[in-house]
């Protein structure tokens, strides 16, 4: 199999604000292609558009509007983790010789359908997503012994975090105690516990080793790919207390780079809701089964941002066709270091957890120098 | 599909399959393990509360049927974890299902 790597990447911030997809598609790809010049966009062998929107042939569209002819060129859509699926597609093309260079451009509207799925009929009258992270969260708290303060910590963590990101849709810090005077949307979740929709897009190009090298002295590669779909619907999890599709996924992404998760120096992990992140950390092997609130909170004390750098989806917004791409830049610039205030020490490996459905699927992507 | 014919008219009948008796859920004409046919069990069917969270005044509960069917269902009064309960009221609105408890 032949090795692909990150090159290039582009992105746009994160906002409430109203545009067409199709701009917002562009925003990003321009971006992209701004900050590196030198890129042939004669050698685009394929354009995949990650996005829940309705509107049709998003990728030609793409591709004209930013002047590329690919071979390939088509949509991709898995609810949340639609970028980091369109990323291990990326990879696919190349590692099979059918492409050496692959642009993946993930973008959402605030208003986008892949909110909700309205197939999931299981959940009653109980479809938006708040459903899910309430029962999860009186769950975990049950399971461990958790309060309500303790999973405030993440949502005040990792809106610090996205202060230093400058597309982040969060602008402000928060404590505990607003966290805990926001909004109740539940018994079991406020407002501030939750990522937000937004307008958003994320870039990012890829190429085979040979293209890699002639483009860039510091590409990215991808060295770990692991995936799992263990349903659609929400209530065949069958357990409310940890992942399992995150937990294979993640088990296949380390078999495959070679690596130890504790050699996993920075990640950044699908904080959908404050519960996911240590659910996450958890079944991904970070930290034991009920101890994932209490690295979420040495990690917050210590000023570390080895957990979600740029702000997660509850600091950074949730774009869902642009998060995975998003997350997988961040990753990008913490190993080129080029992440400013936002840098982690020193890292060499990194970690993107992408998932859709309250975990029903998983992506993790395992990222080296 | 029959199970929606029946949960529009409020009765709660679930799927099994004929060929190897498998409780098939979602509901679906087709078993999912050896992909025979499904027809409606009409009975009544006791569920269990496996958790549960309020939103204002109503509790969302999540209800296990068979140790394996499991759905999100309304309910008034306080639920505890792993009591049993009934369908109270079932149907389509606007072309999604809703269930209540007692
Ligand atoms: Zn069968």
Known sequence: MSEVGIIAYGASPFTKEDHKIESMLHK?????????PDINKNEIDAVLVSTNNNSKYLSPVLSEMAGIKPKIAH????????????IVSAFSYISSGLADMVLVTGAERYDSPGQILEWDNSRGEFKHPIFWASIF???????????????????????????????????????????????????????????????????????????????????????????????AGFTKNTSLTS?????????????????NISEIDVAEVHDAFSVCEPMI???????????????????????????????????????????????????VQQLQKTAENRQTNNPKTGLVHNMSAAATSSTVLVLEK | M???????????????????????????????????????????????????????????????????IRIIANMT???????????????????????HII
């Not at chain 1, 979740?189 to 870039?203: E, F, H, V």
């Not at chain 1, 992942?243 to 690596?259: D, F, H, V, W, Y």
């Not at chain 1, 004390?301 to 080895?306: D, G, K, L």
């Not at chain 2, 496996?50 to 509960?61: L, T, V």
Request: aromatic content about 8%.
């Open chain 1, 28 to 36: 990003s790809t321009n971006d992209l292609f701004k900050k590196n």
């Open chain 1, 75 to 86: 949509s991709i859509e898995s609810l949340c983790n639609s970028g980091t699926n369109s």
């Open chain 1, 137 to 231: 969260s009186k769950s975990y708290k049950r399971e461990y012994g958790i309060s309500d303060e303790q999973l405030a910590i993440v949502s005040v963590k990792n809106h610090k975090q996205a202060k230093e990101n400058p597309n982040a849709l969060s602008k402000k810090t928060y404590t505990v105690e607003d966290v805990m005077n926001s909004k109740k949307l539940t018994d079991d979740l406020r407002l501030l516990n939750c990522s937000r929709p937004c307008t958003g897009s994320a870039s990012i190009l890829l190429a085979s080793k040979e293209v890699a090298e002639k483009y860039t002295d510091m590409p990215i590669w991808i060295t770990g790919i692991g995936q799992k779909t263990t349903s």
């Open chain 1, 243 to 259: 992942m399992e599709s995150t937990a294979i996924a993640g088990q296949s992404a380390l078999k495959m780079s070679n690596r």
């Open chain 1, 281 to 331: 950390l958890e079944s991904l092997g970070f930290t034991n089964p009920g101890e994932g609130v209490n690295m979420a909170q040495k990690l917050h004390e210590e000023n570390n941002f080895m957990v979600n750098p740029r702000g997660g989806l509850i600091g950074s917004g949730h774009p869902l066709g642009a998060t995975g791409i998003s997350q997988t830049i961040e990753i």
């Open chain 2, 2 to 68: 029959s199970f929606e014919n029946e949960l529009e008219k409020g009765q709660f009948y679930l799927p099994e399959c004929i060929s190897c008796k498998k409780w098939v859920w979602p509901p679906s004409e087709f078993c999912d393990r050896c992909n025979g046919k499904t027809s409606l069990k009409k009975e009544e069917f006791e569920g269990k509360i496996i958790e549960f969270s309020k939103q204002n005044d109503n509790y969302f509960c999540i209800v296990e049927f068979y140790d394996s």
């Open chain 2, 77 to 99: 009064t306080c639920p505890k974890k792993d009591q049993i309960v009934k369908i109270l009221k079932c149907g389509i609105n606007d072309g999604g299902y809703f269930f």
